[in-house]
T-cell receptor, first 109, second 117 residues
Framework: TQLLEQSPQFLSIQEGENLTVYCNSSSVFSSLQWYRQEPGEGPVLLVTVVTGGEVKKLKRLTFQFGDARKDSSLHITAAQPGDTGLYLCAGGGADGLTFGKGTHLIIQP | GAGVSQSPSNKVTEKGKDVELRCDPISGHTALYWYRQSLGQGLEFLIYFQGNSAPDKSGLPSDRFSAERTGGSVSTLTIQRTQQEDSAVYLC???????????????FGNGTRLTVT
């Protein structure tokens, strides 16, 4: 069974600060996705990375896939209250798509 | 265009009753997934459909859970003899092609919040 560990589980910071959340596994994934979920809604895809070492940027969000394709990070620069939500990573492999438990992020104005 | 639609959005049922949850995927999406999300537990995979067949139903927690998909479109998740531990948000997602291993995007509905009393 492939497992994804996300850390931290909860994070509350002030608007304007930078933060990084992590997604780690002992398994190798063919792809890794990051989703954001707001209360009462389903997760929405932010990015998919497929190549080891790949870096993708989405405005103030920077996603990196580890060289060995076992881990990923999400860095947010100058966090805004609109970034508040549950951030989920999901690893894709031959056995399926495995979700982590998520990082609950709160950005306080 | 329309996204993934789930109904009902909320369902309260008594222990022991049967419930049916419905999912209307995005038109043309061949792959459909059911997940369960409990507080603090992340997304738990239940079942995957490709067209009308279910090549992976390994996540169904017991034989009280079943799902079907008809016409390559609408899917129904049925829970028989509901138990309190079945209380959760049930999410449906669809994708144009299978989401793994190469990461085709999943498009989620807003879920059905099931409460078993």
């Amino acid at each position: 069974t492939q497992l994804l560990e996300q850390s931290p589980q909860f994070l509350s910071i002030q608007e304007g600060e930078n933060l990084t959340v992590y997604c780690n596994s002992s398994s190798v994934f063919s792809s890794l996705q990051w989703y954001r979920q707001e209360p009462g809604e389903g997760p929405v895809l932010l990015v998919t990375v497929v190549t080891g070492g790949e870096v993708k940027k989405l405005k103030r969000l920077t996603f990196q896939f580890g060289d060995a394709r076992k881990d990923s990070s999400l860095h947010i620069t100058a966090a805004q209250p609109g970034d508040t939500g549950l951030y989920l990573c999901a690893g894709g492999g031959a056995d399926g798509l495995t979700f982590g438990k998520g990082t609950h992020l709160i950005i306080q104005p | 265009g329309a996204g993934v639609s789930q109904s009902p959005s909320n369902k309260v049922t008594e222990k022991g009753k049967d419930v049916e949850l419905r999912c209307d995927p995005i038109s043309g999406h061949t792959a459909l997934y059911w997940y369960r999300q409990s507080l603090g537990q992340g997304l738990e995979f239940l079942i995957y459909f490709q067209g009308n067949s279910a090549p992976d139903k390994s996540g169904l927690p017991s034989d009280r859970f079943s799902a079907e998909r008809t016409g390559g479109s609408v899917s129904t998740l049925t829970i028989q003899r509901t138990q309190q531990e079945d209380s959760a948000v049930y999410l449906c997602a669809s994708s144009l092609t299978p989401a793994y291993p190469r990461g085709s995007p999943l498009h989620f509905g807003n879920g059905t919040r099931l409460t078993v009393t």
